[in-house]
């Protein structure tokens, strides 16, 4: 081992420490890889910032903007409602029909995206139809994840697979190269879930505490808030006389939430914070009975127990939603009163979901945490502004949020262009990618602001901090290090033992790391094994390339099985149980495939 591999393996393992201790964001830790390799020579300047250039980012960054595209104009909803829909209420069948529609999506879209897009009208479907929606949200995850092996666009790990062989002076793989390991991967995932996995998700009766709702009325009794609204009586002599909301302190000295004034004949909910209190106003107020005891005493005021039905809190424009954070929101970690939430977007929080269950503490000074949800009041516009936060996600479903339906079918028109032209090998895979994201933007499908939000750059950085160090393991000698020491005893076992290692190695990294870097990581010693065994590459990192997607154990090792943990009341044991013997089944069936497909 020369120093400049000890070097190289010394920055691996700290970034694999950083990236799976998430103490530093994901793209900083991979843009301080790239930084340390030009800055100690081990990459030249130009070797380091051209990974910015690379074609993977460019066809990275405009699958998510065409994926935008799909979901702003209503296709990918629609094909979700007509999915499952057609699937009819035998749960079988709705698992299979779901699980084959998302799989399919995801062969074109961001697998996130796919989940988004489908989970609202998954919880409505199986409400509708008597189940709790955790019968189907982790089947609709892991066919969002396993769905990206059926095209080369279909995950990032497949489009970085395929550079590493187009690097090395091999054919890179063509849009469909990989369909029919992804087509098995699908049937033994689906199979899977309709038998043994069906039996093992958890069993959460509709009438548990735990099932998610979409009606505004069953969110309420969910949350419990009827347990814990009451009514503050101000009598004329009442300090609160004459102050504003905001002024009275009640939210902020005392930890009560106003949700409407009742005056004389008449409610209004949701009030302003610049909302005068009158005397003999009845504040509608959620909070526990010693802080209500404790503001009575101080402020003058009356208070009883409200006989509140659940629509009063749903009077004119006014309405309730559950909101979740996406996996990669930025408001984790930081409290409601930090981001000013009310202030910000009109809203009152209502209720914390935590865990399967509602958060009883002070939820304005408690960090947000992945896989949070929680329950808002305020008007519907102010409600579907919420769609535009790229941090949140509105999982009850609400049939008149606006989209630009009339471009749908542009959208489609887009997308089938795209594919047709990588198909029919008229154009690169980088420039139809790129030319169909551009004319997302020339049609209208999406305005360019929305376009540049799409665009995941936390992935864009992640991805080329580390093609960069792909590209210093290559330089240094260290992925044929790795490949050698490591993997030439299995070497002597054949190719499927080694696929079947490689395999087993990148799906553990990705339960730590992402995707995306274990790809970049593990795609350069694939390769220099293959090479210098004599294999062929393009199984080797085939295998590399489905390890990625079948790292289904925990609900971090891939952003939409966190998306669906706290919509569903998951826990981190439910994954364990249904994830791992799906994972082993994939396994064995892409052995299986290359075997026979292949002729490994």
Excluded at 319 to 331: C, H, I, N, W
Excluded at 483 to 502: D, I, K, N, R, W
Aim: charged share 15%; with cysteine.
């Amino acid at each position: 081992m020369t120093p400049q591999i000890a070097f190289t393996l010394t920055i691996l393992g700290v970034a694999i420490v950083l990236f799976a201790s998430e103490w530093l964001p994901t793209d900083i830790v991979s843009l301080s890889v790239m930084l340390i390799l030009g800055v100690t020579g081990l990459l030249s300047p130009e070797e380091a910032f051209t990974s910015f250039a690379n074609p993977v980012v460019i066809i990275i960054g405009s699958v998510f903007v065409v994926s935008a595209a799909l979901f702003q104009t209503g296709v990918a909803t629609q094909l979700g409602r007509v999915m499952v829909r057609l699937a009819g209420e035998s749960e079988p069948r709705l698992i299979a029909a779901l699980m084959i529609g998302a799989a399919l999506l995801s062969g074109v879209m961001n697998n996130v995206a796919v989940a988004a897009v489908l989970m609202p009208a998954v919880i409505g479907i199986g409400l509708s139809t008597g189940r709790a929606p955790s019968r189907l949200l982790l089947p609709l995850s892991f066919a969002a994840i396993v769905g990206g092996t059926l095209t080369l666009i279909g995950s990032p790990p497949n489009i970085i697979v395929s550079h590493v062989l187009s690097a090395g002076g091999f054919r890179p793989f063509e849009l469909l190269d990989i369909a029919p390991i992804g087509v098995l991967s699908v049937l033994a995932a689906t199979l899977y879930m309709v038998t043994i996995g069906r039996r093992l998700l958890p069993e959460q009766p509709i009438e548990d505490k735990l099932h998610r709702a979409r009606l505004p009325s069953q969110l309420i009794g969910l949350y419990r808030l009827p347990e814990r609204i009451f009514t503050l009586y101000v009598a004329p002599d009442s300090a609160l006389v004459g102050q504003t909301l905001a002024e009275s302190g009640l939210r902020r000295d005392h930890g009560l939430t106003v949700l409407g004034i009742i005056r004389e004949s008449s409610c209004r909910m949701a009030p302003l914070p610049t909302e005068l209190i009158q005397a003999g106003d009845r504040l509608l107020t959620q909070g526990g009975p010693r802080r209500l005891q404790q503001v009575a005493a101080d402020k003058d005021l009356i208070w009883g127990a409200a006989t509140v039905d659940e629509t009063e809190l749903l009077t004119g424009d006014v309405g309730v939603a559950e909101v979740t954070l996406m996996p990669r929101s930025s408001l984790v970690g930081k409290t409601l009163r930090e981001l000013h939430f009310r202030e910000r977007f009109e809203l009152t929080v209502l209720a914390l979901w935590r865990g399967g269950e509602p958060v009883e503490r002070l939820i304005g000074d408690e960090p947000l945490r992945r896989g949070d949800a929680f329950l808002v009041q305020g008007s519907w516009r102010k409600i579907r502004l919420l769609h535009r936060e790229p941090g949140l996600m509105v999982i009850s479903e609400d049939e008149d949020i606006p989209r630009r339906t009339r471009k749908a079918p542009w959208a489609i028109a887009i997308l089938v262009g795209m594919v047709a032209a990588v198909a029919s090998k008229m154009l690169s895979l980088s420039l139809a990618a790129l030319g169909a994201a551009l004319l997302t933007i020339f049609t209208g499908c999406l305005r360019a602001e929305e376009a540049r939000n799409a665009i995941e750059w936390r992935v864009v950085f992640l991805i080329s901090g580390m093609l960069a160090f792909g590209k210093a393991m290559e330089n240094t000698g260290t992925a044929q290090w790795v490949a050698m020491t490591l993997l030439s005893p299995v070497a002597e076992l054949g190719p499927l033992a080694v696929m079947a290692a490689l395999f087993l190695i990148t799906m553990v990294l990705t339960l730590g790391i992402s995707n995306h870097a274990t790809a970049a990581l593990m795609a350069p010693i694939a390769f220099n094994v293959a090479t210098s065994q004599g294999f062929d590459p393009h199984s080797l990192l085939l295998a590399v390339a489905v390890g990625t997607s079948a790292a289904l154990l925990t609900p971090f090792a891939h952003p939409s099985n966190l998306l669906v943990m706290g919509p569903g009341g998951y826990k981190f044991r439910d994954y364990v149980r249904v994830g791992l013997p799906l994972s082993i089944l994939i396994l064995v069936t892409t052995l299986v495939g290359l075997a026979v497909l292949w002729r490994v």
